[in-house]
């Protein structure tokens, strides 16, 4: 499926107030997963209150041991100290890579901004070399400002 298709599907979620935040995120996460083949873990990670340290958040893919990622440890937890998009297109090329499975062969992290600052982000692992383009990264921009609606 074009990423582009999904915009109106993940603007139908964030809409859904009869839903909780954590529902919403959690049928993100399964609606990304379910419809581009090489997004096999997706999940969210946010700001653990003050400290300097991410929480996961709602998530599908195999159970994971990081619930808990210091900022500067990891992808995750540099994107929560830089700011910026990171695309892993080979993890194992990574120093500072935290394996969650073995199957894992690339991994994409954008941020999530409210009000300018970084609270959150997505979190997506492919088993697939090198997948992910520009377009990966703009249509998760997109998913991530559509998130921050619900986190204000």
């Known amino acids: ?37 090489y997004y096999n ?14 929480k996961l958040g709602p998530y599908v893919g195999e159970p994971t041991d990081h619930i808990i990622i210091p900022f500067g440890k990891g992808i995750c937890g540099q994107v929560a100290i830089s700011n910026q998009n990171f695309v892993v ?21 954008i941020p999530i901004f409210v009000n300018n600052e970084n609270v959150g982000q997505i979190d997506i692992d492919s088993n697939t070399p090198d997948p992910f383009t520009e377009a ?9 400002k559509e998130v921050s609606s619900l986190l204000k």
């Open 136 to 144: 990966d990264e703009r249509f998760l921009e997109f998913v991530c």
């Open 41 to 54: 873990w997706v999940g969210f990670y946010f700001k653990n209150g003050h400290k300097d340290e991410l």
């Open 1 to 37: 499926m074009n990423l582009h298709d999904l915009k109106p599907e993940i603007k139908s979620i964030v809409a859904q107030d009869n839903l909780s935040v954590d529902e919403r995120l959690l049928k993100i996460c399964e609606t990304l997963e379910a419809n581009i083949s």
């Open 89 to 109: 297109p080979d993890v194992a090329a990574q120093d500072n890579y935290i394996a969650c499975s073995i199957t894992v062969k690339a991994e994409i992290v």
